[in-house]
T-cell receptor
Framework: GAVVSQHPSRVICKSGTSVKIECRSLDFQATTMFWYRQFPKKSLMLMATSNEGSKATYEQGVEKDKFLINHASLTLSTLTVTSAHPEDSSFYIC?????????????FGEGSRLTVL | AQSVTQLGSHVSVSEGALVLLRCNYSSSVPPYLFWYVQYPNQGLQLLLKYTTGATLVKGINGFEAEFKKSETSFHLTKPSAHMSDAAEYFCAVTGGRASKIIFGSGTRLSIRP
């Protein structure tokens, strides 16, 4: 199957700083990428949908100014958590859809665990 | 719009026993259905998917699922559980390529020796 890579897998930062997480599709072009947040022992909450070359679409309740998403190319999307606070600590997972095929299947990155001190 | 309900947040079976994880969905359009598995501190891996055609789909690691439109179900089964099957399992539905994928709340599968 297709490969999606996230980096970093773990990051610890101080409160008030910003953190950037990268999501790359390694062997296919992804016109659409999704960012999810997963709380401990909970399901995945869709944060936003990013389409290459356009602004991301955020889900209700997600602060667009806090979670900046950029999808500059067909293989890279980034999530920047700005002015991070301890409540932003979570497991963030990206996923991508390819440019061909009709199944709607998503390929997931390995996830990035953010801890804000 | 689509939604997914996974019955049972935790399922425990003995090694070698049948695994049955339940998933019911609702969708206003013909659904695409998926089962994903997540191991601790990792992303999600696709187990299997149903789009169209044969309603019994086979996936990796010996898992299979059957799409039953009349019951709006897509239950996941495996005839004989292995210790390595212990993980979190998510059922998901989408209305197609342009639609969001909606995930169920997940079922944690534990395997007893």
């Amino acid at each position: 199957g297709a490969v999606v890579s996230q980096h970093p897998s773990r990051v610890i930062c101080k409160s008030g700083t910003s953190v950037k997480i990268e999501c790359r599709s390694l062997d296919f072009q992804a016109t659409t990428m999704f960012w999810y947040r997963q709380f401990p022992k909970k399901s995945l909450m869709l944060m936003a949908t990013s389409n290459e070359g356009s602004k991301a679409t955020y889900e209700q309740g997600v602060e667009k100014d806090k979670f900046l998403i950029n999808h500059a190319s067909l293989t890279l999307s980034t999530l920047t958590v700005t002015s991070a606070h301890p409540e932003d600590s979570s497991f963030y997972i990206c996923s991508a859809r390819g440019t061909s095929g009709r199944t709607g299947e998503l390929f997931f990155g390995e996830g990035s665990r953010l801890t804000v001190l | 719009a689509q939604s997914v309900t996974q019955l049972g947040s935790h399922v425990s079976v003995s090694e070698g026993a049948l695994v049955l994880l339940r998933c019911n969905y609702s969708s206003s359009v013909p659904p695409y259905l998926f089962w994903y598995v997540q191991y601790p501190n990792q992303g999600l891996q696709l187990l299997l998917k149903y789009t169209t055609g044969a309603t019994l789909v086979k996936g990796i690691n010996g898992f299979e699922a059957e799409f039953k439109k009349s019951e709006t179900s897509f239950h996941l089964t495996k005839p004989s559980a292995h210790m390595s099957d212990a993980a979190e399992y998510f059922c998901a539905v989408t209305g197609g390529r342009a639609s969001k994928i909606i995930f169920g709340s997940g079922t944690r599968l534990s395997i007893r020796p």
